[in-house]
């Protein structure tokens, strides 16, 4: 476990984060031996920017064989990150590496940091920069023994600080920024439901948001469970009203200025979701300029 300890001992020693990218550059690069250098601004309602060349966003669009690009999910807690990145990676064939994953499970192993990270999250406090790259790492290292190659991040960065260390040892092709109505987002949460047997996400909320003042209307049916895990459904401890609103706070604070970061370099998508996955993933699709052959079939059925 050199590889982690390296990596761990350079976030916490480091004085800028560049310093910390020189210990940190080689798991990342391990990773991902593709890089991209798009500037393209995309518009995922309109298309794409007047100003973007319609070849660039063909960069997107790879063969199998290099299925493998490098990119970065943004967006408030709870928006989707995780379902829209997760298929994605199903799509593209290229590992989904969630930061809140990697928190849950290490809760979950009675670990060193577990007490720790228990009183964070349940805080609907933000984990340290120190604490995310110690587990980053860790899942990288993974990543590299079994040969993986490219990345979606889910989670990360979160703070311009994480996104310099990034920058400084990788290139990151595309960051996706989902975004959705407060109001929606709060419902969202709250109806948020693990099995606690098998893990499946749920989500019981029906949002249903009437049109008014010249805003559209939003509907997102609920996400059942299947039968055999409707009654081992569990609720997760942060998700109250009360933490869900301490994130949005802390999220408007520490990371709106993430996204600022990687729109001045061109590399932002901003995607409203208009509903739930039914409406919104065949939109990602065609902002992403990618089509999913096994969605079409079974729309068609």
Same mark, same amino acid.
């Given at each position: 476990?050199?590889?982690?300890?390296?990596?761990?001992?350079?976030?916490?020693?480091?004085?800028?984060?560049?310093?910390? @990218?020189?210990?940190? +550059?080689?798991?990342? %690069?391990?990773? +991902?031996?593709? &890089?991209?250098?798009?500037?393209?601004?995309?518009?995922?309602?309109?298309?794409?920017? &007047?100003?973007?060349?319609? @070849?660039?966003?063909?960069?997107?669009?790879?063969?199998?064989?290099?299925?493998?690009?490098?990119?970065?999910?943004?967006?408030?807690?709870?928006?989707?990150?995780?379902?829209?990145?997760?298929?994605?990676?199903?799509?593209?064939?290229?590992p989904?590496?969630?930061?809140?994953?990697?928190?849950?499970?290490?809760?979950?192993?009675?670990?060193?940091?577990?007490?720790?990270l228990?009183?964070?999250?349940?805080?609907?406090k933000?984990? +340290?920069?120190?604490?995310?790259i110690?587990?980053?790492?860790?899942?990288?290292?993974?990543?590299?023994?079994?040969?993986?190659?490219?990345?979606?991040?889910?989670?990360?960065?979160?703070?311009?600080?994480?996104?310099?260390?990034?920058?400084?040892?990788?290139?990151? #092709?595309?960051?996706?920024?989902?975004?959705?109505?407060?109001?929606?987002?709060?419902?969202?949460?709250?109806?948020?439901?693990?099995?606690?047997?098998?893990?499946?996400?749920?989500?019981?909320?029906?949002?249903?948001?009437?049109? *008014?003042?010249?805003?559209?209307?939003?509907?997102?049916?609920?996400?059942?469970?299947?039968?055999?895990?409707?009654?081992?459904l569990?609720?997760?401890?942060?998700?109250?009203?009360?933490?869900?609103?301490?994130?949005?706070?802390?999220?408007?604070?520490?990371?709106?200025?993430?996204?600022?970061?990687?729109? &001045?370099?061109?590399?932002?998508?901003?995607?409203?979701?208009?509903?739930?996955? %039914?409406? +919104?993933?065949?939109?990602?699709l065609?902002?992403?300029?990618?089509? #999913? *052959? *096994? #969605?079409?079939? &079974?729309?068609?059925?």
């Amino acid at each position: 476990m050199a590889v982690l300890s390296r990596c761990s001992r350079a976030v916490t020693a480091a004085t800028t984060p560049n310093a910390a @990218a020189a210990k940190f +550059s080689y798991l990342i %690069r391990a990773l +991902s031996p593709f &890089s991209s250098s798009s500037s393209s601004t995309f518009d995922a309602d309109n298309g794409l920017n &007047s100003r973007i060349k319609p @070849a660039v966003l063909g960069t997107l669009k790879r063969e199998p064989k290099d299925r493998n690009v490098q990119w970065v999910f943004l967006g408030c807690p709870g928006v989707g990150k995780g379902t829209y990145a997760s298929r994605l990676s199903d799509l593209l064939g290229i590992p989904h590496i969630a930061t809140g994953d990697l928190v849950r499970d290490e809760l979950a192993s009675s670990g060193p940091l577990s007490s720790q990270l228990k009183e964070i999250v349940n805080q609907g406090k933000l984990v +340290s920069d120190e604490i995310i790259i110690d587990l980053l790492s860790k899942r990288l290292e993974a990543g590299e023994a079994k040969g993986e190659s490219g990345f979606i991040l889910d989670g990360f960065p979160r703070t311009v600080r994480q996104a310099e260390i990034l920058e400084g040892v990788t290139d990151i #092709d595309l960051v996706i920024n989902l975004k959705l109505r407060e109001e929606a987002l709060l419902a969202k949460c709250l109806g948020r439901r693990i099995c606690s047997e098998c893990g499946g996400n749920y989500n019981v909320a029906c949002i249903d948001i009437k049109a *008014e003042n010249g805003k559209p209307g939003m509907y997102m049916a609920p996400l059942p469970p299947p039968p055999q895990c409707a009654s081992k459904l569990i609720t997760r401890a942060d998700d109250t009203e009360e933490v869900v609103k301490q994130r949005l706070r802390i999220y408007q604070a520490m990371t709106l200025p993430v996204e600022d970061f990687y729109r &001045s370099r061109g590399k932002l998508l901003e995607f409203d979701l208009p509903g739930g996955v %039914r409406e +919104s993933w065949p939109k990602l699709l065609h902002a992403l300029n990618l089509e #999913d *052959e *096994e #969605d079409k079939q &079974s729309a068609a059925a």
